[in-house]
């Protein structure tokens, strides 16, 4: 049961460019999405959240949009430096702390 | 602030066995998650413990169990192990109360190998 998609597994962006993360979900209880990124051999680490009542929050280099009639989240990466290459996982929030994550975009940004 | 430890860090076990894994969490967080993390599944929810009560469940066979001390260290174990079960298990910490800018910390993981 895949609540929350992410439907491409890799991407490759020229560094300065924008990377755009998509991700879908089913679940329209879901009150909180975020962003995590994960370098081999640790943990992922907190990147960015949005909550269900937001269409934009903004951080730094990057921005989460959120459409909730689509069911759509995106990352949005700008400028994309050669050190953002990593797996992005996308995850929703249910009943309080219960995490529901994608199987993660791994992006490739060229120097 | 020290992070989120999982020991140990690698595991080689025989099918039928059965494995317990540790977690500590960030000094002050009472919630502990885990998740199994497999190629092309990403992480999947097993169950979060909060005050040393499981508080969430995911969608996992009774074989998957936990818990947590009053120290909130978290403790999880697979009983008869499966070569399927084979994955990275991450916990994370959080201090369990929601809120507006919710986050967790995720520990390195523990990279269990079934053969």
């Known amino acids: 049961d895949q609540q929350v998609k992410q439907n491409s597994p890799s991407l490759s962006v020229q560094e300065g460019r924008i990377s755009i993360l998509n991700c879908d979900y089913t679940?329209?209880?879901?009150?909180?999405f975020l962003w995590y990124k994960k370098y081999p051999a640790e943990g992922p680490t907190f990147l960015i959240s949005i909550s269900s009542i937001k269409d934009k929050n903004e951080d730094g280099r990057f921005t989460v949009f959120l459409n909730k009639s689509a069911k759509h989240l995106s990352l949005h990466i700008v400028p994309s430096q050669p050190g953002d290459s990593a797996v992005y996982f996308c995850?929703?929030?249910?009943?309080?702390?219960?995490?529901?994550f994608g199987s993660g975009t791994k992006l490739n940004v060229k120097p | 602030k020290a992070g989120v430890t999982q020991t140990p860090r690698y595991l080689i076990k025989t099918r039928g066995q059965q494995v317990t894994l540790s977690c500590s969490p960030i000094s002050g967080h009472r919630s502990v998650s885990w998740y199994q993390q497999t190629p092309g599944q990403g992480l999947q929810f097993l169950f979060e413990?909060?005050?040393?009560?499981?508080?969430n469940k995911g969608n996992f066979p009774g074989r998957f169990s936990g818990r947590q001390f009053s120290n909130s260290r978290s403790e999880m174990n697979v009983s008869t192990l499966e070569l399927g079960d084979s994955a990275l298990y991450l916990c994370a910490s959080s201090s369990g109360q929601g809120g507006p800018a919710y986050e967790q910390y995720f520990g390195p993981g523990t990279r269990l190998t079934v053969t």
């Open positions: 995850a929703a929030r249910y009943n309080f702390n219960k995490f529901y």
């Open positions: 413990y909060f005050s040393e009560t499981q508080r």
């Open positions: 679940n329209s209880m879901f009150d909180y």
